[in-house]
């Protein structure tokens, strides 16, 4: 069987390549439609990510390194792609722990979630054997009981009289997890599983934040109708995957869109 990447490299942002990679997809960006601006939780998503890569400094020595530079191969074609990790931790030169960091409402975005570290796991194995995953997911309103979950269902269909309801109420957290055998939760670090074929998660609530962070440092003003964009089961675009080939790629898919959110969160920071 043919492998799908080859020739991966972590490195820092300041890695000649890769900021060449960069200022290339600033030429390929620059005819394409404008970035929407980014909505309130996506701006609480980046400030949550912040505080909790502190959190993990605080206990663990954080790596600058990363991006992971690889190719993915596509029959004879071989793309080159950059994935932007949220928290790296190298234990020693043959271990790697690698943190995906994800503020979320919905229980089923556990399963992209991990759907990316395997990706990721799959290709650090090439540079470190042992490759341990975690993740820290943030919950901003994820359905804890099925009585929860049926007054969500409820809510949306209120506040949505013109669009045909789902058909089904929102999972719950104990839904999701019970049918990903290789997730175990855990309440601190020291906790987390040893065995790097499993996946380790650790829940933090908007409070948790709240305490690391303070409030005044956080955008909570979420508009009652805005939704979480995009579907954790059917969208495929991850979005610190970034890609280099003779097609443009589209917004999800390169490191510029990227930067031009972060600056955009920065001035709505400001």
Known sequence: MTTRFSRPRLIDETDQRYRAHVEQMKLLRSNQRAIRPPRTRDLFGSEAEAALRDWLAQQITLSERRIVEYLEHRGRQAVTKYRELDAVWILDPKT???FEIKASMKAASLRRAIRQLRDTQTILRMLFPKVHTT???VDTGIPQTPEESAAQLAEWIA???DRPP??????????????LPQVRRADSLAALPDDPELVGLIRF??????????????????????????????SEA????????ESEPDEEDNPLAAALRKAMEDRARG
């Open 135 to 137: 993740i820290l997911l």
């Open 159 to 161: 506040t949505h009289p």
């Open 166 to 179: 789902p058909n089904e109420p929102p999972p719950t957290l104990a839904d999701v997890l019970a049918n």
């Open 96 to 98: 790697i722990h690698v």
């Open 238 to 245: 991850a979005p610190y995957i970034y890609s280099s080939s």
């Open 205 to 234: 609530s908007v409070d948790d934040i709240i305490a690391l962070a303070g409030a005044e440092n956080l955008h909570l003003d979420w508009d009652e109708d805005e939704e979480e964009e995009g579907d954790a089961e059917t």
